[in-house]
């Protein structure tokens, strides 16, 4: 064995792909820790450790203090908003993600998410449990305005999913040249427009910005159905709550929050009375078995190539 790599993404091998075998053929240990990384708990592990396969939580500088032979880290996802590039790069790590690998199980769970709380699933399986078999209307996709914020390779894909629905789709993303062929199908927007002509609004853009807050929620001439299976950071958790109490928000249905591993005070909208209009799963966009699977061929295929002393394929910059 040439040395050990760190896994603390909880779905690392879960599919048909055998990861650790394939780690053991190059020539690595794989070690298992939490998904937390907790910093005395991972002490011991990254002061050994030569490559990191890291699921969503934060790794900083403290940790690669910590981690004096740590060459490589493979972000078992996209997003990379949880680590500290520049501290990577400051010490010669290479960070590397695994894009598209799970494009297609993040969208169909974002339509999941949306049919779900659309037709009030959850709630409606508490009251038959309950005895009551009263009916609750609901919105057909084909009656309503969806509004996708983010037009990458997820928001791309969420829209093509939402076509045989026929509802009318506008897109938002600044990024996005205006004659990309997208917009041929299409509405260009920004994310201004979308409080005002959307009956849904979904999230598919990078971390760093918060796109829902009072002065959006507060502009939406309609209450509105917000659906996020991209970032916690996106929206302001505490407006949502109290838009939804106040009828606003119809309902929140999201993949992340931003307080997890947490008890239920973590989030104000784990409250017990929005219940009926909150949905939230713990991170299962991306747990498919293809999806899994993708995952872990790119970032054990990244990380041997980092410790080989190759180029990856998927590298992250600061």
Known sequence: MNGTVLVTSRSFGSGDFDADSALAEAGYRPVR??????????????????????GTGAITAAHLDLAPRLRAIARYGVGVDSVDLTAAAARGVVVT?????????????????LLTALRG????????????????????????????????????LVIERLRPFGAKVLGADPWVDPADPLFAEVERADVADLAT??????????????????QWLAAADRPVLLVNTARADLVDEDAIATAARRGRVTAYAA??????????????????????????????GAQTREGVDGMGRM?????????????PAHPVRA
């Open 197 to 214: 002509r959307c009956d849904v609004v979904t999230l598919h853009a990078p971390g760093g910005q918060t796109v829902i807050d009072e």
């Open 255 to 284: 993949d992340t929050l931003a307080a997890e591993n947490v008890d239920d005070a973590g989030s104000p909208l784990l409250a017990d009375d929005l219940a009926d209009r909150v949905i939230v799963t713990a991170h299962l």
């Open 97 to 113: 993600n695994t894009p598209g690998a799970n494009s297609a199980a993040v969208a169909e769970h974002t339509l999941a998410l």
């Open 299 to 311: 970032a054990v295929a990244d990380l041997v190539a980092v410790l080989r002393g190759a180029a």
């Open 121 to 156: 699933i959850p709630a409606a399986d508490r009251r038959v449990r309950a005895g009551d078999w009263s009916g609750r209307s609901a919105r057909e996709l084909s009656a309503l305005t969806i509004g996708v914020v983010g037009l990458g390779r997820i928001g791309r």
């Open 33 to 54: 820790a939490g998904a937390a990384h907790d910093l005395a708990e991972l002490a011991p592990l990254l002061a050994e450790a030569e490559g990191w396969i890291a």
